[in-house]
Antibody, heavy 115, light 113 residues
Framework: EVQLVESGGGLVQPGSPLKLSCAAS????????LNWIRQAPGKGLEWVAS????????YYPDTVKGRFVVSKDNAKNTGYLQMNNLRSEDTAMYYC????????WGQGTLVTVSS | DIVMTQSPFSLAVSEGEMVTINCKSS????????????LAWYQQKPGQSPKLLIY???TRQSGVPDRFIGSGSGTDFTLTISDVQAEDLADYYC?????????FGAGTKLELK
């Protein structure tokens, strides 16, 4: 059974860093893209990062470029989202998802940025 | 950047009715290489993560009831739900994954009349 489990969310102050993890199982992690998507409370879905299977290429929207860094450790079957200089508008549920065509998403981890 | 314009914002329906949700992209999502449209539809119920319904614009994900039908090509896409059931009440989103930055539609809330 395919599973993606996010962790690392919590309450942080503006300007702080936070690192999210996405533990994968049930599929060949090293052969799959990994995506991160967020959803602010009561709002729609927003893509925030993608990384290719071997980790050599990463992609971000302008809203997080330069602040967020996506990575994956294929030996540990785990993906990461390092978030720096967090802002109140980064408050959201963060989901990791396997390549778009599979429909495998985690249950999400909540990040709250507030003083 | 590709802009996804999804409509309507909300829809009130009765069980058994048919509904259509539309998504229009600002650029074509059709790949000349494989003739596939890089457009997906998701369903999200409260407190749950999104569930993939349709990919490549018209291919139903395994286990999705056949009352969910995706259609369209290029820049205009439709999700049709025939014979709406109470369990279909949810938010629906389209996603273009043709090119980065990947973009979602704003969502459609399906409610009970």
């Amino acid at each position: 059974e395919v599973q993606l489990v996010e962790s690392g969310g919590g309450l942080v102050q503006p300007g702080s860093p936070l690192k999210l993890s996405c533990a994968a199982s049930g599929f060949t992690f090293s052969s799959n893209w990994l995506n991160w998507i967020r959803q602010a409370p009561g709002k729609g879905l927003e893509w925030v990062a993608s990384i290719n299977p071997d980790g050599s290429s990463t992609y971000y929207p302008d809203t997080v470029k330069g602040r967020f860094v996506v990575s994956k450790d294929n030996a540990k079957n785990t993906g990461y989202l390092q978030m720096n200089n967090l802002r109140s508008e980064d408050t959201a549920m963060y989901y990791c998802a396997r390549t778009w065509l599979t429909g495998n998403w985690g249950q999400g981890t909540l990040v709250t940025v507030s003083s | 950047d590709i802009v996804m314009t999804q409509s309507p914002f909300s829809l009130a329906v009765s069980e058994g009715e048919m509904v259509t949700i539309n998504c229009k992209s600002s650029q074509s999502l059709l790949s000349s290489g494989n003739q596939k449209n890089y457009l997906a539809w998701y369903q999200q119920k409260p407190g749950q993560s999104p569930k993939l319904l349709i990919y490549y614009a018209s291919t139903r994900q395994s286990g999705v009831p056949d009352r969910f039908i995706g259609s369209g090509s290029g820049t205009d896409f439709t999700l049709t739900i025939s014979d709406v059931q109470a369990e279909d009440l949810a938010d629906y989103y389209c996603l273009q994954h043709y090119s980065s930055p990947y973009t979602f539609g704003a969502g459609t809330k399906l409610e009970l009349k």
